[in-house]
């Protein structure tokens, strides 16, 4: 046994050949960037290392080795740190890479411990922040920020809200995509969430593989104070407004015409009678808190308690004149605000910001 880690180690470093049982072979998923791949775990002589395979066309040929047990030979691997496991490697398996069933390997087929999602409080997650690494942790909902749409990586509108979960050691912003059956005040685990960075500070958010489940009330929590920060108070300086169709299968559909019985969505190829299609708003507004302009997004939720109607009714412009009617607005300030009203924060920097005298 001591020689075939041997060479498997000496091999690593000459040329990136592994030989090894596939197991744990994912459904193909599309990044952020529109790459496409999918991950599986290579089961080797002494150890299991996690594989990203960009090339997709070799997605049936994983499936098919996963199933037959067959051990395949992979050649041409890149390495890449590992964001589940800190100190390991990724396999990147791409177009370069060959990939080959071999007769037979030194060892036994063997299922590969379930990838260890550990337990950490919050703390501990704040003072590791990997991004895209994967925890479990038991905390309260202390506070509902916002409760609206959002579109996922992946292009698919999904209801989203975010809270501030919170355990005896500190509090963070958590985004909970799809339904929400969240209380707050109440004890939630929360197993297999994702650590993300948003704006220079650590937020969790769930994931197609997370669940929540009731438990009952710890000792205590940190004490959650809202701090003056998290309050924005100010007059709308400007405001912008997006009305989006969403399809029956959530995706984002750029342009329909209301007037044609039938839309298609690019997304998932599918002409829709436009009864079907539906509407999600997002609103981007300017808050001028007296020394500086903050950007806030809008969730429908909050749009509606400001302007006490349906946004679903109004078109994109009329939002925007009934928001600029308005003279202040007081919230929370956000856990999530969008990148490019960051951007637009920072051109607006240098612009003093005047007080309008029709106000
Ligand atoms: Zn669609």
């Not at 020689?3 to 990044?31: L, T, W």
């Not at 407004?241 to 997304?267: G, L, Q, Y």
């Amino acid at each position: 046994m001591a020689s075939v880690a041997k060479r498997f180690k000496s091999s690593e470093k000459e040329d990136g050949i592994y030989e090894g049982f596939v197991h744990q072979v994912s459904a193909v998923i599309e990044s952020a960037s529109k790459r496409r791949y999918f991950t599986a775990i290579l089961q080797q002589a002494d150890k299991c290392s996690r594989m990203v395979v960009f090339d997709v066309q070799k997605h049936n040929f994983f499936q098919c080795a996963e199933k037959d047990r067959s051990p395949l030979k992979v050649s041409g691997v890149g390495m890449s740190p590992s964001r589940q496991t800190a100190g390991q490697n990724d396999l990147l398996v791409n177009h370069r890479s060959i990939v080959n069933s071999v007769k037979r390997v030194d060892f036994l087929f063997s299922e590969p411990a379930q990838e260890s999602i550990q337990e950490k409080n919050i703390n501990e997650i704040l003072s590791d922040g990997r991004e895209f690494q994967k925890v479990n942790v038991t905390a309260k909902a202390v506070k509902l920020c916002e409760e609206g749409d959002g579109v996922t990586r992946q292009k698919v509108v999904m209801k989203k809200a975010t809270y501030i979960i919170a355990d005896a050691t500190a509090s963070v912003p958590l985004t909970i995509w799809g339904n929400n059956l969240m209380n707050i005040d109440c004890w939630y685990s929360f197993s297999n969430v994702s650590v993300r960075r948003y704006l220079g500070s650590t937020v969790l958010t769930t994931t197609a593989e997370t669940i929540i489940s009731t438990t009952v009330a710890q000792a205590t929590t940190v004490v959650f104070k809202e701090d003056s920060s998290e309050i924005i108070r100010g007059e709308i300086a400007s405001a912008e407004a997006k009305v989006v169709h969403v399809c029956p299968k959530r995706h984002e559909i750029t342009s329909v015409n209301v007037d044609s019985p039938i839309t298609r969505c690019e997304m998932c190829k599918t002409f829709w009678k436009t009864k079907y299609v539906t509407k999600s708003v997002s609103v981007e507004v300017m808050v001028d808190v007296g020394h500086k302009l903050v950007p806030v997004t809008l969730g429908t939720v909050l749009v509606k308690s400001l302007l006490g109607v349906d946004v679903l009714l109004l078109s994109a412009d009329d939002l925007v004149s009934s928001l600029l009617a308005h003279k202040m607005l007081q919230m929370p300030r956000p856990s999530k605000r969008s990148m490019a009203a960051k951007k637009r924060q920072a051109a607006l920097k240098s612009t003093e910001v005047k007080c309008c005298e029709e106000f």
